[in-house]
C-alpha cells in the first residue's frame, strides 16, 4: 500500500468513526436531520480537500468539527455575532438549582437528583433548539461540543470575554426552558402531593 | 507554596462554571475547590451543574440511519487523491 493509498484509507477509517459526533453536532447546530446530514457530508469533503492543514493526527476530532462548526457559520457569522436586543438580560441570574431548593419544593429526597433522574434527552434538545441562535450557538459548542472558550471564540470570531456573557445567557436560559417545562410537566403538582404524603 | 485564600459561597458560584469549564488558571482552582469541600450547599450545587452539564454533551452523539452512512461511505469513495 503506496503513502496516498494509506492515508485515504485512514481518512475514511478516522471519519467514520467519528461520523456519530459529526451528526450530533450538526444536529444541534442545524436543528432538523436533513440539514444536519447535508452539514456532515459538506464538512467531510472540505475536511478532505484540507486534509494537508491536519498537522498531527491525534487531533483529529477537534479539527474536524471545527471544520463542520465553521462551514455552519460561514453564512451567519454576522448573525451570530449579533445578539438580538430583547430582554434577555433580565435572565442571566437564572438558577434551576435555586428554584428546585425553594421552601414549597422540598419534597422526599433531593429536589435536584430527582430532577436530573426525570429530564429526557428530548427535553434537553428542545430546550437548546428554542435557545436564540447567538446562545445556541455558544452552548452547542461549549457545552455539547466542550470546545474551550478560546476555540469558541476563534470559532465565531467573537473576543473571550463575549463567548463568556453569552454562554451564561445562554445556559441561564437553557435552565429557565427545563424548570418551565418541569412546571407544565406537574412537577409542581407532584411535589405538593409527595409533601403531603410525607407530611 | 502558600495555602488557598478562603472564599466566599457567592465568588464561588460566580466562579463554578468557569471550574467545571476547565477555565481557571492553578490559583483560583484551588481556592474554589476548596470553598466545595467545606461548603455543602454550594457543593450540591456545582454536583448538580456538573450533571447536567453531562447529560447536555450527551446530545453531541446521533445514532447515524444506515441510509446516512452509505451515503457517507460514496461520498469517501468518490474521493480522489
Not at chain 1, 453536532?25 to 456532515?40: G, M, V
Not at chain 1, 451567519?76 to 449579533?82: G, H, I, L, Q, V
Not at chain 1, 430582554?87 to 429526597?109: T, V, Y
Request: aromatic share 8%; proline share 4%; glycine share 4%.
Amino acid at each position: 500500500m503506496d503513502a496516498t493509498t494509506a492515508d485515504r484509507a485512514w481518512f475514511e477509517h478516522a471519519v467514520l468513526d467519528l461520523l456519530p459526533e459529526l451528526l450530533g453536532t450538526a444536529r444541534r447546530l442545524a436543528r432538523n436531520r436533513e440539514d444536519a446530514e447535508d452539514l456532515a457530508a459538506e464538512a467531510i469533503s472540505r475536511a478532505w480537500l484540507h486534509r494537508a492543514s491536519l498537522r498531527e493526527r491525534e487531533r483529529f476530532a477537534g479539527w474536524m468539527l471545527r471544520i463542520l462548526s465553521n462551514l455552519y457559520l460561514s453564512g451567519r457569522r454576522a448573525e451570530a455575532s449579533r445578539p438580538q436586543e430583547t430582554a434577555l438580560e433580565d435572565e442571566i441570574e437564572f438558577s434551576l438549582f435555586e428554584r428546585l431548593h425553594q421552601p414549597f419544593l422540598l419534597w422526599w429526597g433531593t429536589p435536584e437528583q430527582e430532577f436530573l433522574d426525570r429530564l429526557l434527552r428530548e427535553d434537553l434538545i428542545r430546550a437548546i433548539e428554542a435557545l436564540p441562535d447567538p446562545f445556541r450557538i455558544v452552548v452547542v459548542l461549549a457545552d455539547v461540543r466542550g470546545f474551550s472558550y478560546g476555540e469558541v471564540a476563534a470559532v465565531l470570531e467573537v473576543p473571550v470575554g463575549t463567548v463568556r456573557s453569552r454562554l451564561a445567557r445562554g445556559r441561564a436560559l437553557l435552565q429557565k426552558a427545563l424548570w418551565e417545562h418541569a412546571c407544565d410537566a406537574g412537577l409542581r403538582s407532584d411535589t405538593a402531593r409527595a409533601n403531603r404524603e410525607h407530611a | 507554596m502558600s495555602e488557598p485564600r478562603p472564599i466566599e459561597c457567592e465568588e464561588a458560584l460566580r466562579l463554578l462554571a468557569e471550574l467545571l469549564d476547565d477555565e481557571l488558571h492553578d490559583g483560583t482552582r484551588e481556592e474554589v475547590e476548596r470553598h466545595l469541600h467545606l461548603c455543602r450547599s454550594c457543593f450540591s450545587r456545582a454536583e448538580f451543574e456538573r450533571r447536567l452539564k453531562r447529560e447536555i454533551s450527551a446530545l453531541g452523539r446521533e445514532d447515524v440511519s444506515p441510509a446516512f452512512e452509505h451515503r457517507v461511505r460514496r461520498l469517501l469513495g468518490s474521493f480522489t487523491t
